[in-house]
């Protein structure tokens, strides 16, 4: 998650340099052809402008689409929050007279949950962006913790080794520790140690964590619709390839009558560099955000939020030794 004001205008400059040099080179082409005498080059502009207004339409659609996934995203993460410090207290206060020692082990295994679901939804996937190269010199500017430590490193901290040795073998790491809780608070509720109320209370808690897990896994795992994405992409660069055709007759006239006549059809570059620039990096936010969990500087902040979970219920049980608080880095955080 970016933490600044904005992104500065350089910034998003080289963001953008690579679909700026392709599209002043496909800006130049027709220009130079039609300065050489190619007139037949040139396109009516009125079907360009129906195919842009197309264009607007569907990347305005690709966009708030992805803006849906992102801030669903984080609603999930949003109520992970509010749920883990329910089921802090509510553990807390149910079984801490009758073992001390089983709660902090729940609230260690709870870390180690939140842990393993991060980890989960870092993996890459085949159709983000975070391998491509714009993406991929920009994410050089902060850390994505889950690509400088193991999940083994990360989870011993919680959990026992025997534990660790049964998570790691399961495919799906959170699910099997959610379960564990499930176990450890049956056995609880079997010795007497808490009551009915106390017992569908914080099972009630951990049904929630299983839900907001599965709409995470849902938005990881389930990308865009290839269709309306493809679509767009292909509507996109037509649009793309013809401004420059479409301008060259307009903008040739520009000059006609002045000192600058037959020299205006140099503005073909900028004008069409500035048009095709605009929809192509409306069309490149809305792929920054469509994948909320892969590592973009959009992204949900799963790992700070993970974080100051850990934190809030460390402090649940008077620990003193709090781990650090996750800070942004070139103001990026995730």
């Not at 793309?240 to 600058?260: S, Y």
């Amino acid at each position: 998650m970016h933490s600044g004001k904005r992104f500065g205008a350089l910034e998003f400059a080289t963001w953008t340099r690579r679909s700026i040099y392709v599209l002043s080179a496909l800006a130049a082409i027709p220009t130079v052809l039609y300065f050489l005498g190619w007139k037949f080059v040139s396109v009516p502009w009125q079907p360009i402008a129906i195919l842009g207004t197309a264009v607007a339409f569907i990347v305005g659609f690709k966009n708030n689409a992805s803006y849906s996934r992102l801030w669903e995203a984080r609603q999930i993460y949003g109520a992970i929050i509010n749920d883990s410090r329910s089921f802090g207290y509510i553990l807390r206060d149910s079984l801490s007279t009758k073992d001390p020692k089983k709660v902090k082990e729940m609230f260690s295994r709870h870390y180690a949950w939140l842990t393993a679901l991060r980890f989960q939804l870092r993996e890459p996937r085949a159709w983000e962006n975070m391998g491509t190269a714009q993406y991929d010199e920009y994410s050089k500017k902060y850390d994505i913790p889950e690509r400088l430590t193991q999940l083994d490193e990360e989870m011993k901290k919680y959990i026992s080794e025997t534990e660790l040795q049964y998570i790691l073998s399961k495919k799906n790491r959170a699910t099997q520790l959610m379960a564990s809780q499930s176990k450890e608070l049956s056995e609880a509720y079997a010795r007497g140690d808490i009551n009915d109320f106390q017992w569908t209370q914080i099972n009630q808690q951990l049904v929630k964590f299983t839900d907001n897990q599965g709409k995470a896994e849902r938005i990881k795992n389930f990308p865009y619709p290839r269709n309306f994405s493809s679509i767009t992409t292909y509507l996109l660069l037509l649009f793309i390839l013809f401004v420059p055709f479409g301008l060259l007759k307009e903008l040739d006239k520009l000059g006609e009558g002045t000192v600058l006549e037959g020299w205006t059809i140099w503005f073909n570059i900028p004008f069409s560099l500035m048009v095709t620039w605009c929809f192509h990096t409306l069309d490149s936010v809305g792929e920054a955000s469509v994948n909320p969990f892969e590592g973009s500087p959009n992204d949900v902040p799963i790992t700070q939020i993970s974080r100051t979970i850990e934190i809030d219920m460390r402090d649940m049980l008077d620990e003193s030794d709090l781990p650090p608080a996750i800070t942004p880095k070139n103001n990026i955080v995730l």
